[in-house]
């Protein structure tokens, strides 16, 4: 059974940093591209990120209002997915749901699981 | 960056109607479009893929159709536990971008 466990959720101050942490297990992860995905309180969801896999360079892609201050990495060797989150702003509050992707190709890279979401809160 | 427009917000319907609902993308996608299921307080449920090819498990009641910029999803014979949140993601371009979401009520 596939399993995402995030962590790593918390209120931190506007400007801060946040570094969230995702557990995978019950499959190869090494083989997957990761996404994360957010949902601010109360809306909708929106793609925050995605790295690929190994045979894939772990490039990254990102949404444009968190490029340049959030950072996907992996781990393979530990089944972990981490989001780097700097420069926080009020409106980066919401629950992040680690989320594996189901192929690797434009038809199959599609998100096939979720974890639970750790909550995010950014205020003074 | 493409935009998907769905339609309608909120719907309202009873146990066992039939129920359509759209995604409009700004441009050609495609058949690159997934519908997701969510649930209060729940993560999101993978419905449909590459437009109209049902995820393993999903009942049969959920269809999807379309190709290009228009797309739908429709719910046959609706059940209590279909009362909930519905959302389109396109997976043809990056930024990938999500719909704002069908809420279908009671």
């Known amino acids: 059974e596939v399993q995402l466990v995030e962590s790593g959720g918390g209120l931190v101050q506007p400007g801060g940093s946040l570094r969230l942490s995702c557990a995978a297990s019950?499959?190869?992860?090494?083989?997957?591209?990761m996404d994360w995905v957010r949902q601010a309180p109360g809306k909708g969801l929106e793609w925050v990120g995605r790295?690929?896999?190994?045979?894939?360079?772990?490039?990254?892609e990102y949404a444009a209002s968190v490029k340049g201050r959030f950072t996907i990495s992996r781990d393979d060797s530990k089944n972990s997915l981490y989001l780097q989150m700097n420069s926080l702003k009020i409106e980066d509050t919401g629950v992040y749901f680690c989320t594996r992707v189901a192929g690797t190709t434009w038809s199959t890279a599609v998100v096939d699981s979720w974890g639970q979401g750790t909550l995010v809160t950014v205020s003074s | 960056d493409i935009q998907l427009t769905q339609s309608p917000s909120f719907l309202s319907a009873s146990v066992g109607d039939r129920v359509t609902i759209t995604c409009r993308a700004s441009?050609?996608?495609?058949?690159?479009l997934a519908w997701y299921q969510q649930k209060p307080g729940k993560a999101p449920k993978l419905l449909i893929y590459?437009?109209?090819t049902l995820q393993s498990g999903v009942p049969s009641r959920f269809g999807g159709s379309g190709s290009g910029t228009e797309f739908s999803l429709t719910i046959s014979g609706l059940q209590p536990e279909d009362f909930t949140t519905y959302y389109c993601q396109q997976l043809n371009r990056y930024p990938l971008t999500f719909g704002g979401g069908t809420k279908v009520e009671i």
């Open positions: 019950g499959f190869t992860f090494s083989d997957h591209y």
């Open positions: 790295i690929r896999n190994k045979a894939n360079s772990y490039t990254t």
């Open positions: 441009q050609g996608i495609s058949n690159y």
């Open positions: 590459a437009a109209s």
